[in-house]
């Protein structure tokens, strides 16, 4: 897939809760204030213990000053398209221009129709569906005169429209389904799925299916915008989906942008501070991220990417000052421990780039980079301490062989994908995640910016192809345990040679990259 180049959008999904109606409204400012882009509710009317979302969604707009508001989505069978038209159009003209729309085909069947609502069978509220796109988007038109649309669901036949929009509202169809997901491409001027629904790994075949349905109808599919809800935990320890720390979720969320084309990510959590760390640590790192990628002059994939010590490295000889003057981040200095008598590169012959200005300071905006690399760095360092400690487990016969390479595909061990800007493919990553993302961006503009940096960047991506393979090996070693045809020494073998590699590699990438990442402004 690609990055379709939308603006980035945030938001939040807030439960509307009527016994806590003052607080649902506060985290509604909350997001407000916080800067964030939309408040969100969702629509199931048949809902005892829910206030109805299109009065709640006008309390908020105006409590609010510039956040726009949305149903996420509404339950159009329990609210007659030329009507949800006006209340749309006259929320908008109302908080000037700060309304979405987001429409659900009705999947409940059962309590739409105790609640008055029609008995229709999904396939029916799915055609109801796109009548009823067809009568809104009329209804929003007062130029064009009476509006007439005689369907099979609806008859709108002769009905005045206005009044208009203050702006034009996006249509957004909630859509999971290959049908709805057609519906989407040929009509609507955005996709909203959540992730319980449709997690990361689903998202390529989904967007096709959109995508395809756009073309068949005369339409670009860059034409319809992504919104994908989530939710997570910043105290995992990432080896899942959005569970680790904020860096962790920037990374995760920022290759949706770029592969998947999401481009509105809206949080489901009723804790403000969850919002506030979403917001301040999340958000700016997500736009950084897809910033750097986008300016980029193109987009590559690429294949790239215990116990008993050796003596220590002549690198670590080396005084490690590089990065530590002022940049808010300090490299992670090799230890010169090796657990492998394999060797799978010469350290001693690592180049290295030019050497800090004496007295130079840095600005916060311009430490974040290299504290971020760093950050992230330091999560592969744990994630690798994890999958050591399961492979002692399984040794220990605390573990079955089957549960642990369950879990081992689980983990993340690849290289910091963004302010790098060269990727190692990914192996031994999250199974919901499963794609593979390489990128050329950083390095290209770290080379343009100082040329004195190339041959660190040249060994740099050498070395990734080498992680690679590696990588490859571990996989390897582990199919052979749960075939049988191999045993946890062998495993071990191959993880103590990507011990040994991977944090060598990580400490050299620090050391030359950190100082060279707040220069010249890759921030």
């Not at 130079?360 to 592969?380: F, I, M, N, P």
């Not at 073998?493 to 990507?498: A, I, N, R």
Request: charged share 25%.
């Amino acid at each position: 897939m690609a990055d379709y180049g939308h603006e980035l959008l945030f938001g939040t999904f807030i439960t509307p809760i009527a016994a806590q109606a003052e607080r649902v409204v506060e985290l509604a400012q909350l997001t407000d204030d916080l800067g964030l882009d939309l408040v969100t509710v969702q629509d199931h009317p048949y809902q005892q213990a829910f206030l109805d979302t299109w009065t709640l969604l006008s309390v908020i707009a105006a409590k609010t000053a510039r956040v726009r508001v949305m149903p996420n989505v509404v339950s159009l069978p329990l609210r007659p398209p030329a009507i949800l038209a006006k209340s749309a159009a006259s929320l908008d003209v109302l908080s000037n221009g700060r309304v979405e729309l987001g429409l659900g085909a009705g999947p409940f069947l059962e309590p739409i129709a105790a609640m008055g609502g029609p008995k229709r069978t999904v396939g029916q509220n799915i055609g109801a569906l796109e009548e009823g796109i067809e009568i809104i988007r009329a209804m929003w038109r007062p130029q064009d005169g009476a509006v007439r649309v005689d369907g099979e669901h609806y008859r709108v036949w002769g009905a005045k429209p206005g009044p208009a929009p203050a702006h034009e509202i996006g249509i957004w169809v909630g859509a999971v389904k290959k049908r709805m997901l057609g519906v989407t491409g040929r009509l609507a001027d955005g996709w909203s799925v959540s992730s319980p629904y449709a997690g990361p790994e689903e998202l390529p075949a989904k967007n096709r299916l959109i995508d395809r349905a756009a073309e068949d109808a005369g339409r670009e599919p860059s034409a319809i915008r992504r919104l994908y809800n989530i939710s997570g935990t910043f105290d995992g320890s990432g080896a899942e989906f959005l569970q680790g720390p904020p860096a962790v979720w920037a990374e995760q969320l920022a290759e949706l942008s770029v592969t998947d084309g999401m481009s509105v990510f809206i949080l489901a959590s009723d804790d403000p501070t969850t919002i506030r760390r979403f917001a301040a640590e999340v958000v700016p790192a997500v736009r950084e991220l897809v910033a750097q990628e986008r300016s980029s002059a193109a987009y590559g994939r690429e294949r790239s990417a215990g116990t008993g010590a050796t003596e220590a490295s002549p690198e670590t000889d080396r005084p490690s000052s590089r990065g530590e003057r002022g940049l808010g981040a300090l490299p992670t200095p090799d230890d010169g421990i090796r657990l492998s008598g394999e060797r799978v590169w010469d350290e001693s012959d690592r180049p290295e780039g030019p050497a800090p200005e004496p007295g130079r300071t840095y600005t916060a905006h311009e430490q974040a980079s290299g504290r971020h690399l760093v950050d992230v760095h330091d999560h592969l360092r744990a994630e690798l301490s994890q999958l050591r400690g399961l492979i002692d487990q399984v040794a220990a016969g605390s573990v079955g062989i089957g549960e642990a390479r369950s879990q081992i595909n689980t983990m993340t061990m690849r290289q910091n994908n963004w302010t790098l800007g060269t990727y190692c493919e990914t192996y031994c990553r999250i199974v919901t995640t499963h794609h593979t993302l390489e990128d050329q961006a950083m390095f290209p503009q770290l080379r343009r910016a100082d040329p004195r940096l190339k041959p660190v960047i040249d060994r740099l991506e050498e070395e990734h192809h080498v992680i690679h393979d590696v990588l490859e090996r571990v996989d390897a070693a582990l199919v052979a345990l749960v075939s049988g045809s191999g045993g946890i020494e062998q495993l071990r073998d191959t993880v103590d040679l990507l011990t040994d590699t991977l944090l060598s590699h990580l400490s050299y990438e620090e050391r030359e990259l950190v100082e060279p990442l707040a220069r010249l402004g890759f921030s």
